[in-house]
């Protein structure tokens, strides 16, 4: 169990910002982060690496008190069990994919594990390229791997696909969903994508402003009136245009667009850019295998 | 004469060997505060470094030539101890150091300011100290920077004139240095010999940065 309760003062992008962030992780969990850019996700990841310190409050991991603020504890990063996956990769450039995962290790048994991870996440072929050879999405497998080389408690992940094309990202949040199967690893994702937040968290955060709003399970947050044998499909709204007496609103889901025609006064909360339930009621819905 | 040729080519070299040396060891704590810290009497630290840039070569020797004199306070705690620095090749050292701090730090502190932070923290949160971070992982990766200082600093202590000059003088063996020599050469209508030093160093210098350029291109991976 990991429990976080802190406070800290940040100067974002839309000014001064007082977050409290008050979170219990369990072991093993899947928790996605998700909210607006500026809303302090990756701060929280930040501040539990201990890469921030917090102005107040308590971090808690497994018994072990990484920071208390009352009691003047604040533990160094180098001291803290985390694997941290930066959005930008942070690979050493002057080491081999192999010597990058090597230099992570802090004894033989770690050392001895480290060819496996490399298997893992399929980089065998390229264990000896360095990093400016690589593709974004091989980048993002060492980045991965090499977080888990020292077996940490808890995974950071800062929006790490949020990079990547549309193909490689999905391809890589399978990949993360079977290494967190597999390794069982206690792991936070700050996301602000709604198909990888439903596909690899069991919980989701809401961060809105600094504050955590909602802690539930990512089906109850997206479909919030879910009633049974009606289809409902999320989102994201590409374009609204007003054709009177209606309103055609074209709307991405998944990878296909889907235009709908709604009247200007259903259509009036609507904004380009923001998500949307497309639901059907009375239908049972028709499903065609592809070839 | 030929001797005294060699030997004032070998001071020369070892002069800016020296140099060098000592300014790789003071340049790169000294580059990581000036790219790293946010402290407020950063930019003064960061003037003084810059001003032998500007500078004419006398002024700093004409300083230095009375810091190190008996008279001053501590050229007299120094010969109390038994250290000259005037006129000798100890004070050409510190001499050099001062005016080729610039050719030192500037490149090293541009390539420290152009790693991402996150490689920073990627290391600490792998467990790794700010020493050993440094050692194994930015040094590495900015050692284009790293040769770059070395070359400059050490073609610049070779080029070096007004400086020794002013308190170093022209003392075979001690401080006489190749510049000092063409000069001297020059000064009594010797100019088969001053040819020779003056060639002796175009080539020398000519090989060294051409080396530097042609290994520079074939390595990789490092951030430019």
Redesign the interface.
């Known amino acids: 169990m990991i429990s976080v309760n802190i406070n800290k003062h940040l100067d974002t992008a839309e000014g001064p910002l007082d977050a409290h962030f008050s979170l219990d992780i369990h072991e093993g969990e899947f928790l996605t982060l998700f909210g607006a850019s500026g809303a302090g996700k990756t701060t929280l990841l930040r501040l539990i690496?201990?890469?921030e310190i917090p102005d107040s409050g308590r971090i808690e991991v497994e018994g072990e008190m990484w920071f208390d603020g009352a009691r003047r504890i604040n533990l160094?990063?180098?001291?803290?069990s985390?694997?941290?996956v930066?959005?930008?990769y942070?690979?050493?450039?002057?080491?081999s994919v192999r010597q990058n995962l090597l230099?992570?290790a802090?004894n033989a048994e770690q050392k001895n594990g480290v060819d496996e991870l490399i298997e893992l996440v399929e980089l065998s072929q390229l264990s000896n390229r360095?990093?400016?050879?690589l593709s974004g999405g091989q980048k993002q497998r060492v980045a991965l791997a090499?977080?888990l080389?020292?077996r940490p408690k808890i995974l950071l992940l800062d929006e790490p696909l949020s990079a990547l094309d549309p193909a490689m990202r999905q391809k890589l949040q399978d990949e993360l969903s079977l290494i967190h199967g597999r390794l069982g690893v206690t792991t936070l994702l700050v996301s602000h994508d709604i198909a990888e937040t439903v596909k690899l968290s069991d919980r989701l955060a809401h961060v809105e402003a600094g504050v955590i709003k909602r802690l539930c399970s990512p089906m109850e947050f997206f479909s919030p009136q879910s009633l049974s044998g009606k289809l409902q499909l999320i989102g994201e709204v590409l374009k609204i245009e007003e054709d009177f007496p209606a309103v055609i609103v074209t709307l991405l889901v998944g990878s296909s667009v889907v235009r709908t025609v709604l009247s200007s006064a259903e259509a009036s909360e609507l904004r380009v850019g923001g998500h949307a339930i497309i639901s059907t009621k009375a239908f049972n819905p028709i499903l065609i295998p592809l070839p | 004469m030929e001797a005294e040729f060699l030997s004032t080519m070998a001071l020369t070299f070892k002069l800016a060997a020296i140099t060098t040396l000592v300014l790789l060891l003071i340049g790169i704590p000294l580059a990581a505060f000036l790219a790293y810290s946010k402290m407020r009497f950063k930019s003064i630290v960061e003037t003084i470094v810059s001003m032998p840039l500007v500078l004419p070569p006398s002024v700093l020797g004409f300083y230095l030539l009375l810091a190190f004199s008996p008279a001053s306070t501590l050229g007299s705690f120094l010969t109390e101890h038994g250290i000259r620095l005037a006129f000798s090749f100890e004070g050409l050292v510190i001499g050099s150091v001062l005016f080729s701090l610039p050719f030192m730090v500037h490149p090293i502190q541009s390539a420290l300011s152009q790693v991402p932070a996150s490689i920073f923290e990627a290391a600490y949160t792998l467990g790794k100290s700010k020493v050993e971070t440094m050692v194994r992982v930015i040094l590495p990766s900015i050692r284009h920077g790293l040769i770059s200082g070395i070359v400059l600093a050490f073609a610049h202590t070779v080029g070096e004139f007004g400086v020794i000059l002013m308190i170093g003088g022209n003392i075979p063996d001690e401080t006489r240095v190749a510049s000092i020599a063409i000069y001297d050469e020059v000064e009594s209508l010797n100019y088969a010999m001053a040819h020779q030093y003056a060639l002796t160093l175009f080539v020398v210098t000519f090989a060294i940065l051409l080396l530097v350029y042609t290994l520079n291109k074939k390595s990789f991976g490092g951030i430019r």
Do not use: I, S, Y
Not at chain 1, 90 to 95: I, R
Not at chain 1, 130 to 133: E, F, G, I, K, S
């Open positions: 690496a201990g890469l160094p990063p180098q001291k803290r985390v694997g941290f930066f959005q930008d942070a690979l050493f450039p002057t080491m230099f992570a802090e360095l990093p400016a050879t090499r977080a080389v020292r």
